[in-house]
C-alpha cells in the first residue's frame, strides 16, 4: 500500500497561473515533507521543503503548504513558467527514511 | 562537474548476467542510497549505507546486492538479472543535518531482455 499518493499523474497549466500540486500521505510518523523536480534524463533535484511543525513555507514562487490534520501536502507554483515543465516529486522523510510519491508531471503552456 | 556521477547512463543486458552500477559523488557526504523508479510507483529504497561500515537493505533489496568502497564510492549489483529488474537506477546522498535532502545522480536505464 502506497503511503505517499500523487493522485494526478499530470496537470496542465497556462505560463503565469498558478500550478497546484497535491499529494497525500498516511504515516504521520514523519518529520519533513519534501518536494523534488525532475528533468528529462536527470536525477531529481531538491525544491523546497517544511517541517513537521509549520503549516507553510515559501521560497520565491515556491510554497509548500502542509495540513497535519487532513495528511495533505501541497506545492504552490505562482507564477507558472513554461521551465517549470517536469515531474514533482513529493516526499516524506524521517531519520535515515525518506517515501516518494509516483510523481506528477506538470505541462506549463506557453 | 556534477557532485553525483553514475555510470554506465544507459545498459542493455541479458538475463542471467551479472551488472554493476556505480556511483561516486564529490559532495563529502557519508549517507549514500540506491532507488529504482518504475512508472507509477515513484522512487523506491534499494539499499543505503551511512558510512563505509554501515550498510543497509531498503523496501526492495531481493536480487541486488552492493558494497561501499569508500566514502565516495557506492556500487548496486544485480548477480543475476532478470527482466523486472528493468528500471531507472538513481543513487543518492545526504548530509544527516539537512531535512532528509538528498543529492541524485543522473540515473542510469538498465533493459533486462
Known amino acids: 500500500d502506497q503511503q505517499v499518493k500523487q493522485n494526478s499523474p499530470s496537470l496542465s497549466v497556462q505560463e503565469g497561473r498558478i500550478s497546484i500540486l497535491n499529494c497525500d500521505y498516511t504515516n504521520s510518523m514523519f518529520d519533513y515533507f519534501l518536494w523534488y523536480k525532475k528533468y528529462p534524463a536527470e536525477g531529481p533535484t531538491f525544491l523546497i521543503s517544511i517541517s513537521s511543525i509549520k503549516d507553510k513555507n515559501e521560497d520565491g514562487r515556491f510554497t509548500v503548504f502542509l495540513n497535519k490534520s487532513a495528511k495533505h501536502l501541497s506545492l504552490h507554483i505562482v507564477p507558472s513558467q513554461p521551465g517549470d515543465s517536469a515531474v514533482y516529486f513529493c516526499?516524506?522523510?524521517?531519520?535515515?527514511?525518506?517515501?516518494f510519491g509516483a510523481g506528477t508531471r506538470l505541462f506549463v503552456k506557453a | 562537474d556534477a557532485d553525483v556521477t553514475q555510470t554506465p547512463r544507459n545498459r542493455i543486458t541479458k538475463t542471467g548476467k551479472r551488472i554493476m552500477l556505480e556511483c561516486s559523488q564529490t559532495k563529502g557526504h557519508d549517507r549514500m542510497y540506491w532507488y529504482r523508479q518504475d512508472p507509477g510507483l515513484g522512487l523506491r529504497l534499494i539499499y543505503y549505507s551511512f558510512d563505509v561500515k554501515d550498510i543497509n537493505k531498503g523496501e526492495i533489496s531481493d536480487g541486488y546486492s552492493v558494497s561501499r568502497q569508500a566514502q565516495a564510492k557506492f556500487s548496486l549489483s544485480l548477480e543475476s538479472a532478470i527482466p523486472n529488474q528493468t528500471a531507472l537506477y538513481f543513487c543518492?546522498?545526504?548530509?544527516?543535518?539537512?531535512?532528509?535532502?538528498?543529492?541524485f545522480g543522473p540515473g542510469t536505464r538498465l533493459t533486462v531482455l
Open positions: 543518492a546522498t545526504s548530509d544527516p543535518g539537512t531535512y532528509n535532502e538528498q543529492f
Open positions: 516526499a516524506i522523510g524521517g531519520g535515515f527514511k525518506t517515501i
